[in-house]
């Protein structure tokens, strides 16, 4: 006599839950969301843009405008410029840091589910359903997934643990961006 499998020659249950995936807010949290938001912006263009304007600009005014050894003002130009720099990312990333603070208090607890084309987010009292297609670009930043909202003249970025993101669905999800996942037809039944 032959053992089956448990379950085998039964219709396969279509109310399985998929796993869900929990991640808890740390004291660092907040730091850490602030680095990667603030790493995320740097590698923008608008971001780029200001420091070539910055780094060059500034060291030119200087010399073009200024009396005495050209070599003095050009070095002034570029350590003034590096400062006002560093301080802007400085300034920016604390700033970002007050503000996950209050938003990801440590002790938070996230949980997540991915289904097929959405994703479920709980908070303590509240759940977000997230459709795969509504974000066109997916960046990932240290622990950090950044989605951002499609159609939209202002984008609206995302922030999510990549603790709750699994990485097979990540990959799911960066292919749906992508456009190269096709959506399947519902089927009647």
């Known amino acids: 006599m032959t053992e089956q499998a448990p379950g085998a020659g ?9 796993p869900t995936y929990t991640w808890v ?26 420091a070539v ?6 060291p030119a005014l200087l010399v073009a405008a200024g009396k005495g050894g050209k070599a003095f003002l050009l070095l002034l130009g570029l350590a003034l410029g590096t400062f006002l720099l560093a ?23 996230l949980t997540s589910q991915f289904f097929d084309d959405h ?7 509240t759940a977000t359903a997230v459709e795969f297609r509504a974000y066109d670009r997916l960046d990932v930043v ?30 799911r999800l960066r292919l749906t961006i992508l456009g190269l996942v096709p959506e399947q037809p519902e ?3």
């Open 10 to 18: 039964q219709p396969p249950d279509e109310t399985v839950e998929p």
């Open 25 to 50: 807010a740390e004291r660092g949290t907040a730091r850490s969301a602030a680095y990667a938001m603030t790493v995320l912006e740097m590698r923008g263009l608008r971001f780029r843009l200001f």
């Open 53 to 58: 304007v910055v780094m060059i600009g500034l």
């Open 87 to 109: 301080s802007t990312v400085g300034i920016s990333t604390w700033g970002r840091a007050r503000h996950f603070r209050t938003v990801l208090p440590p002790g938070l607890v």
């Open 119 to 125: 994703l479920i987010l709980r908070r303590q009292w």
């Open 142 to 171: 240290d622990d950090w997934v950044f989605l951002r909202q499609r159609g939209r003249r202002r984008p609206i970025r995302a922030l999510y643990p990549l603790a709750l993101i699994p990485p097979d669905d990540l990959a």
């Open 187 to 189: 089927q009647d039944q």
